[in-house]
């Protein structure tokens, strides 16, 4: 069966997510070739309420609730697509789960096993965008408020204290690292002073690579 590749971006808000997405999307196009992005949390099917009520019981249970979510959005949006030999753009995925829900005592792995459990797919390429807490904060006050963020069930991953930030920014690296010793290929950009078309010709030229 064709296979795609499946490539997750992913890193704390206003990191720069969207800017490479953005950019890898129109550099693909130009080479000819096809490729779709997704962003979990806006799906249609996925249940924020339901996300939010487990992240009021802890980050085990919030963890098993994103990633039956991830399953499912997944199944419906993800492999089907990399059975067509498409090139799948994930804006956030496991790097998130594995990073935001491992502050209080649930491990990497515990997270890292649980989405084995659910056959979440590994990605061929994960992409970590990080930059330090005060220029995140910065450009979140640069940009208008979205239709998602003035809704209260959206899932936006922003705290609201500088120091928690700041360990989810450490966490990243963490996350890194961790995903290295797991044999998945990561891309990590520092993205305080980023050129973005620069940056993403690394990510064209694995992809490139890979399908040779």
């Keep these: 069966m064709k296979k795609g590749l499946f490539i997750v971006v992913d890193g704390p808000s206003a990191s720069g997510k969207d800017s490479v997405i953005t950019q890898v999307l129109k550099d693909l196009e130009n080479l000819g070739l096809k490729a779709v992005s997704i962003e979990e949390t806006k799906e249609e099917n996925y249940d924020r309420k339901r996300i939010l009520l487990a992240k009021d019981q802890g980050d085990k249970e919030a963890a ?9 959005i997944y ?11 498409t090139i799948v753009i ?15 005592g649930l491990t990497m792995q515990n997270v890292w096993e649980m989405h084995r459990t659910q056959d979440i797919p590994l990605p061929d390429l994960v992409v970590i965008t990080n930059c330090s807490v005060s220029e995140a904060v910065r450009r979140e006050g640069l940009r208008k408020i979205s239709f998602e963020e003035k809704n209260k069930d959206f899932l936006s991953g922003k705290f609201t204290t500088l120091e928690k930030r700041k360990r989810i920014h450490e966490n990243y690296e963490k996350t890194k690292d961790f995903l290295e010793k797991k044999g998945i290929t990561v891309i990590y950009l520092d993205t305080d002073k980023m050129n973005v078309p620069q940056v993403c010709k690394k990510i064209i ?3 490139k690579g890979k399908l040779g």
């Design 64 to 72: 098993e609730t994103i990633i039956n979510e991830r399953a499912k």
């Design 75 to 85: 199944e419906e949006k993800v492999t089907p697509q990399l059975a067509n030999g």
């Design 90 to 104: 994930a804006n956030r995925g496991e790097p998130s789960t594995l990073s935001y829900q491992t502050l209080n």
């Design 205 to 207: 030229s694995f992809i």
